[in-house]
Structures are given as structure tokens and as C-alpha cells.
């Protein structure tokens, strides 16, 4: 079977009826989730086309599968393929923690510029949640996504680096830590914060998204999570003069007119008290990486949890869309667990390049599936009544349901 390559140009994808999209499986509970997502893609873009468009699958190799066949984590031939055809998508790759091989989920990210983490999370109807009203939250987050902390730049407590590093700072600047610390180095430019916020503003426009909100800890770390927040505010004041304002000139003889972007700004750590108590005041939030980090997986467990969370990582005419759950590997094999973060990452994927009758299709077939209680193991044992299923059995309820229309 054959396909077309989507193309980029002048900031638009030019996609063909067969697109040829790679994708990795992942490690773990990889397999299990991608053949059930899979087979939920073509189910809906079939349904959506009316079989005038297809998706052309191609399978690329990263993490323990790729190691197994060919020696390497990431082999290059795999990052070429992605810049080739410029989207793919992706389930969860291993990654040790302490020593042992570097994340391939950063190494992908910044080997191939995605520099923006996005992160839609908003509750489907029927999904257990802890709050009491989950579905007031309905937030996309913008988290950047190459530096700050994940640049790598990390030394070992007693290493010569981390101690010639102490001395050097001590000696030049005053800078004082205990002997024998580990060190890291947290780079923040304005470059990649600019095009991040640029990013989320741009999506706040194109969605009608009320507000953009820059999280940041500018209070503590002036010069770095500082410079964050006014290099969003610049963005917004330079490039979107005429669709953005201030939140401080809302009501102060500007009040907003319905059309504009509010930008605001909140401290990381009230911003994780304001998805809680005031979750319908956000709509679009922009953040460093960390921060981001924590603040997505927080707002997940708000609506249902890592399993019901999409994910894409985002550049300029490429971008990878992936399960934002672990691998889980005590599941491996058993076609258990829910592919739901997968699924709706794919969501994400045909959202991207233009394909949103199928999106739509997808997400209304996982709420058929849900309201049905046809649900897998982890949302099964919170709903009272439900059948559970393995990821295979949630596949063809969803697709029961895409059909059904």
C-alpha cells in the first residue's frame, strides 16, 4: 500500500487523501494500545470520508523494540523518517530513572525542535473523577518544551565538573552551595519562550480561547521564569497588537470587547490553587517546561486521570503526538490497559492536519463508549454497573459507536 507525503509550506501542511503518517508503537503496553488506537483512526476517518481519504501507516522503530533489532535507542533512519513526512505519532518509550540511556521523549523533542508540549484537558462526560464538577476545567496547555531544566545540563554531586563548576562561581560571582553539590543549569532565551507564547496566543486567536495565562515562578527566579512572563507579554503586545489585552487594562477604559485574547499572569504554584477553586477563569495556559510538567499531569488527575490525557509535541511543519502515560510493563502483553491518552492523541493528530470531521468522530465514539459503560479496568472499578473490557474490547465499542454515528 502507497501514500503521499504531507508537504509545508508557508506555514501550512499540504495534505494528500493518503498520507503516509509513521508511527512507533511504544514499549511496554505499546502493542496493546496501538492496535487498538489504530484500528479506532481508520475506523474514523473511513467513517468521516466515506473511504475518499486513508491513512497510510508506516511503522518506525525507537526504544527497547528498536535496540532489539538494530543495536540503537533512536536510530537515525527513525528521526528522518518523522522529518520526511512530518507527522507521526507515537505510545510510550522507556526510560530509566538515575543512570542508564537519556529520555528518548526529550531526545525526540529537542533533536527535532517540537518546541511546544500541548496538552488539551478537558473532561469527557461519564469518566470518574475526585472533583465535584470536573467539567468546569477545560484548559490547553502550552508548555515549552526543549529547555529550562530538561536542557540536560546536570553535573553529579562530587564529579570534577560539578566541583570545578562550584569553584568557578563561587570565585567569579559570589554564588555560594555546599561542597559537593550536584549542579544544574536551568537556560531559559527569549527566542524559544517567544515562539512558545507566540504558539498559544496564535491557537487562543484561531480557537476563540478566551484568555492566555504564563505560568511561571518569576517571583523566586526573576531573570529566568521573570524574563518568561515579559517576554509573553511582548509577544502578545508585538506581534498581536490588535487581538490581545492586557489583563491589568481590562476595565480601565479598555474594557474587553469580545474579540480579544486576555493575556494574564499567575505564580506557578497559585496557579495549581486556581485550577482547583476557579477552573472556568482559564482557557489557554503557557508555561517553562517544568512547570508544565507538573501542571498538565495535575490537571489530568482532574478529569480523569493520565489515562484519559492527550498529548503532541509541536514545531514548525513537524510535529508527534503521543500517549503522555508511561509504559507500564507489568500490563505488557495482557491487552489490559486503556488506550484512551493514545486514542485521543490521535484525535490531536487528525486535528492537525485538518481532518477534524474524524477528530469529532472519535471523541464522540469514546463517550458512546463511556455513557455505555464499556470501559477498561481502570475506569470499570469506579463505575458502578460497568463491563469491563480489554483495550481491544474498548477499540470496538468506540468503533461500535463512530458507526452508529
Not at 495534505?15 to 475506523?43: C, K, L, M, S, Y
Request: aromatic residues 8%; charged residues 25%.
Amino acid at each position: 500500500m502507497t501514500g503521499n507525503r504531507i508537504t509545508w509550506q508557508d506555514g501550512q501542511y499540504g495534505v494528500p487523501n493518503d498520507p503516509v503518517i509513521p508511527f512507533i508503537e511504544g514499549d511496554g503496553i505499546g502493542p496493546d494500545i496501538w492496535r487498538a488506537a489504530q484500528r479506532v483512526f481508520d475506523a474514523a476517518v473511513k467513517h468521516a470520508f466515506g473511504g475518499e481519504r486513508r491513512i497510510v501507516w508506516t511503522e518506525i522503530l525507537a526504544g527497547e523494540k528498536a535496540h532489539r533489532e538494530t543495536g540503537e535507542w533512536l536510530p537515525e533512519a527513525t528521526l528522518e523518517a518523522i522529518r520526511n513526512y512530518r507527522i507521526a505519532i507515537k505510545g510510550p518509550l522507556t526510560t530509566p530513572v538515575g543512570g542508564g540511556i537519556r529520555s528518548l521523549n526529550v531526545t525526540l523533542r529537542q533533536v527535532l525542535d517540537l518546541y511546544a508540549c500541548v496538552r488539551p484537558v478537558r473532561y469527557l462526560a461519564g469518566v470518574p473523577s475526585p472533583m465535584r464538577h470536573p467539567e468546569k476545567l477545560d484548559v490547553i496547555i502550552f508548555r515549552e518544551n526543549i529547555e529550562d531544566v530538561y536542557a540536560g545540563i546536570e553535573y553529579a554531586a562530587g564529579s570534577p565538573e560539578a566541583t570545578k563548576l562550584r569553584e568557578f562561581l563561587g570565585d567569579s560571582f559570589g554564588a555560594r552551595m555546599a561542597e559537593g553539590s550536584a549542579i544544574g543549569i536551568k537556560p531559559m532565551s527569549a527566542v524559544n519562550s517567544k515562539r512558545l507564547a507566540a504558539k498559544a496566543v496564535q491557537h487562543a486567536i484561531d480557537r476563540n480561547r478566551s484568555s492566555v495565562t504564563l505560568v511561571h515562578k518569576g517571583n523566586i527566579m526573576k531573570f529566568t521564569e521573570g524574563a518568561f512572563r515579559d517576554w509573553g507579554y511582548e509577544v502578545a503586545r508585538e506581534r498581536f497588537p490588535d487581538q490581545t489585552i492586557p489583563e491589568s487594562e481590562v476595565g480601565k477604559g479598555e474594557a474587553r470587547d469580545g474579540k480579544r485574547v486576555i493575556i494574564k499572569d499567575r505564580i506557578a504554584d497559585s496557579m495549581f490553587q486556581q485550577v482547583l477553586l476557579r477552573p472556568s477563569e482559564y482557557a489557554v495556559l503557557a508555561t517553562p517546561n517544568l512547570n508544565g510538567d507538573y501542571l498538565s499531569d495535575a490537571c489530568a488527575a482532574q478529569v480523569g486521570g493520565l489515562g484519559m490525557a492527550p498529548g503532541g509535541n509541536i514545531g514548525d511543519g513537524v510535529a508527534l503526538f503521543e500517549a503522555t502515560h508511561g509504559t507500564a510493563p507489568k500490563y505488557a502483553g495482557q491487552d489490559k490497559v486503556n488506550p484512551s491518552s493514545l486514542i485521543l492523541s490521535g484525535t490531536m493528530m487528525l486535528e492537525e492536519i485538518g481532518w477534524q470531521e474524524a477528530a469529532a468522530a472519535i471523541v464522540r465514539g469514546i463517550e458512546g463508549a463511556i455513557a455505555a459503560g464499556t470501559v477498561t479496568y481502570d475506569l470499570a472499578r469506579q463505575m458502578p454497573n460497568a463491563t469491563e473490557v480489554p483495550s481491544s474490547g474498548f477499540a470496538d465499542a468506540v468503533i461500535a459507536h463512530i458507526e452508529r454515528g
